[in-house]
């Protein structure tokens, strides 16, 4: 309608991700036998009769829920990755939980990509019983008191961009926290330069 004003609809985070599963108890398996989520809630697919489904807590206490029916089957061939669907779902780990991710996968037999390093976290992936590649990540920093992630990631870009580097490693984001800091948290100093007391 002409004159009428465009206005966003602004989000406040991920409420819950939804995956399509296979049976209940394989679903029940991989969400809390492996990866940990408590097993939370689960009632009939309010849309879908015949199917459960299984609500999880990925450790934000947020959700990822899971459809289910019994005449189906796990298969291990990996998911579509066409365009419109979802390539892989990264989930959050420390860094302690992260370095013993390698030998917990090989004691259960599930092939896995190794630890990659991407510059800012570091990340390993593998599949989930339907085919479903899961990624654990975990951040090689933590923000400074009253940021988030998201505030030293853009920082770090713009400082990688600046310089022209490749991709965002560990000195953009001790560079973008050492920024924030200086804007965020006040000190009695005149000058907030480096120095050498040495």
């Not at 309608?1 to 209940?24: F, N, P, S, Y």
């Not at 459960?52 to 947020?62: A, E, I, N, Q, V």
């Not at 419109?84 to 013993?100: D, I, P």
């Amino acid at each position: 309608m002409a004159g009428t004003e465009h206005r966003k609809i602004q989000t406040q985070g991920v409420h819950h991700i939804t995956l399509v599963g296979a049976d209940r108890q394989t679903s029940i398996d991989f969400w809390e036998g492996v990866l940990g989520m408590p097993f939370i809630f689960e009632q009939p697919n309010l849309d879908s009769e015949g199917e459960s489904h299984l609500y999880f807590d990925p450790g934000d206490g947020r959700l990822i829920t899971i459809f289910t029916r019994e005449d189906r089957t796990p298969d291990i061939t990996r998911t579509p990755t066409d365009p419109g669907c979802v390539h892989h779902l990264a989930l959050n780990v420390s860094q302690a939980t992260f370095w013993q991710i390698e030998k917990r996968l090989d004691a259960r037999g599930i092939s896995h990509s190794g630890a990659k390093d991407r510059g800012f976290m570091d990340s390993i992936y593998f599949k989930d019983p339907l085919g479903f590649l899961i990624e654990l990540a975990s951040y090689r920093f933590e923000p400074p008191e009253g940021c988030r992630h998201a505030d030293v990631m853009i920082e770090a870009h713009r400082i990688r961009v600046a310089r022209g580097d490749h991709h965002i490693d560990r000195e953009h984001l001790a560079d973008a926290i050492e920024g924030l800091v200086e804007r965020t948290q006040q000190t009695l100093s005149d000058s907030r330069a480096p120095k050498n007391p040495y």
